[in-house]
């Protein structure tokens, strides 16, 4: 089914691109509308506050948010929004479809420098160095029979293979009626990494009164076995027989809230939280010490 899947992709792709050289390029809104934006025109800010991202892993710190760049171009079939990009299949006024290409979410926690870390609507690009921390105290999780007290095998980082991260394609579907999101995503792992499928639903509902915007958000990311137990599960080459550990797929959720109030033409300022449940598939993992993530920031945002 992946081979099916993987060809059907890569198709879609190339008759994507074809559209996208084709056609000739429209505006579909007026210049200067606040809720929408200047095809064929690049969108450039950056944040700079103070922030911070939980990390579930053992033996880990908290992910600093200092500086959250934001980048996106709208073309007449093509999109960048930060690390995600795509072609336009189908659009309407409410509706749209879309064929796009995303990184991974999870290697985000494995590496504090992980382009994940600085934007926070896309996931990252693949680092294979992972962080040298010493040794790892793996979490007694109830998974480990083999092991007395508190404390499973110590392990070191240098003994795990390399959490890799993924490039995931697939369709993206998006419907908005008055004022509220809804957006599902079915994607696959295409670069061989852990093959591995992905299905995330969204529900988002905006308010904007004055200078003030608000956004609240509502999801949930399935994940199947390849993915969670690529990147949390133990192996016998990683670990000693009592800590092997093998996942099942899993349902994380999601729920976030962001506020931007506009200063001047320049400069808006931001508050960003969300608050992400792990799976058990995950939570169980002897890599993981915590069964949720948290994540805020508060700074202001400069418009180039």
């Given at each position: ?5 993987k060809i059907?992709l ?5 008759l994507s ?8 390029a429209?505006d579909r809104c007026?210049?200067?509308?606040d ?7 690049w969108?450039l800010?950056?944040?700079?506050g103070?922030?911070?991202r939980?990390n579930?892993?053992v ?5 600093p ?5 934001q980048?996106?171009?709208t073309?007449?079939h ?7 990009v795509?072609?336009?299949l ?5 509706q749209q479809?879309n064929l ?9 926690y494995?590496y504090n420098?992980?382009p994940?870390n600085?934007?926070f609507?896309s996931?990252?690009f ?10 790892v105290v ?5 998974n480990n029979?083999?092991s007395?007290g508190?404390q499973a095998?110590v392990?070191s980082w240098?003994?795990l293979?390399t959490r890799?991260t ?5 369709l993206e ?5 008055n004022?509220?999101?809804?957006q ?8 061989g ?9 969204t529900?988002?509902k905006?308010w904007?009164k004055?200078?003030h ?6 999801g949930a ?13 133990l192996?016998a080459?990683?670990?000693d027989?009592?800590?092997?550990y ?11 809230f962001d506020w931007?109030y506009?200063?001047t033409e320049?400069?808006d300022l931001r508050f960003f ?5 792990l799976?058990t598939?995950?939570?169980a ?7 949720k ?9 400069y418009?180039?």
């Amino acid at each position: 089914m992946h081979k099916y899947l993987k060809i059907l992709l890569d198709l879609c792709f190339c008759l994507s691109f074809c559209i996208t050289v084709l056609a000739k390029a429209e505006d579909r809104c007026e210049l200067g509308g606040d809720d929408c934006d200047e095809v064929g025109r690049w969108q450039l800010s950056m944040g700079v506050g103070l922030g911070a991202r939980t990390n579930p892993l053992v033996d880990s710190k908290n992910i600093p948010l200092i500086l959250i760049p934001q980048i996106s171009y709208t073309g007449e079939h093509f999109f960048i929004q930060n690390l995600d990009v795509g072609f336009i299949l189908l659009e309407s006024e409410w509706q749209q479809l879309n064929l796009f290409m995303t990184p991974s979410y999870d290697p985000i926690y494995f590496y504090n420098n992980h382009p994940g870390n600085y934007f926070f609507d896309s996931q990252g690009f693949t680092i294979n160095n992972i962080q040298k921390v010493g040794d790892v105290v793996l979490a007694n999780n109830g998974n480990n029979p083999g092991s007395e007290g508190p404390q499973a095998k110590v392990a070191s980082w240098r003994d795990l293979h390399t959490r890799r991260t993924a490039g995931l394609a697939g369709l993206e579907y998006s419907l908005t009626l008055n004022q509220i999101d809804f957006q599902a995503q079915v994607v696959h792992d295409i670069t061989g990494v852990h093959d591995g499928d992905e299905i995330r639903l969204t529900l988002a509902k905006h308010w904007q009164k004055g200078k003030h915007r608000l956004s609240l958000a509502v999801g949930a990311n399935w994940q199947d076995s390849a993915v969670i137990n690529y990147y949390y599960g133990l192996s016998a080459q990683e670990t000693d027989a009592a800590s092997i550990y093998t996942a099942s797929s899993g349902i994380s959720t999601l729920a976030r809230f962001d506020w931007n109030y506009k200063v001047t033409e320049d400069w808006d300022l931001r508050f960003f939280t969300s608050y992400r449940q792990l799976p058990t598939a995950i939570s169980a993992s002897p890599l993981v010490k915590d069964d949720k993530v948290i994540t805020a920031f508060v700074g202001g945002v400069y418009h180039f």
